[in-house]
């Protein structure tokens, strides 16, 4: 019902910043909750940002005050904007939404690595 598609992972350099896109397609209007989630090598998926339809924001310790989720509800796309890079942000990260009824949907997710 939903399609989620995740751009703009890369290398960048401690200390650095990138900007991570997720376009939504297919059934948008439902959507309660989008996020960003990441996985690295060997761990388990952890929640990075969300944002809710109210557009209360909600964010991970480890990212709180350096990443900013962003939404864009004309274009169906979701933000996440990620300064100041340290290497134990690499990982994939996944685009989310959540709706009503226990239903969830999953992108493909994009690389992020960050070097030392």
């Known amino acids: 019902q939903v399609q989620l598609v995740e751009s703009g992972g890369g290398l960048v350099q401690a200390g650095g910043s990138l900007t991570l896109s997720c376009a939504a397609s297919?059934?948008?209007?439902?959507?309660?909750?989008i996020g960003w989630y990441r996985q690295a090598p060997g761990k388990q998926r952890d929640l990075v940002a969300t944002?809710?339809?109210?557009?209360?924001?909600n964010y991970a310790d480890p990212v709180r005050g350096r990443f900013t989720i962003s939404r864009d509800s004309a274009k169906n796309t979701v933000y996440l904007q990620m300064n100041s890079l340290k290497p134990e942000d690499t990982a994939v990260y996944f685009c989310?939404?959540?709706?009503?009824?226990?239903?969830?949907?999953w992108g493909q997710g994009t690389q992020v690595t960050v070097s030392s």
């Open positions: 989310n939404t959540k709706h009503w009824g226990s239903r969830e949907y």
């Open positions: 297919g059934n948008t209007g439902s959507i309660i909750v």
């Open positions: 944002v809710g339809s109210s557009g209360i924001t």
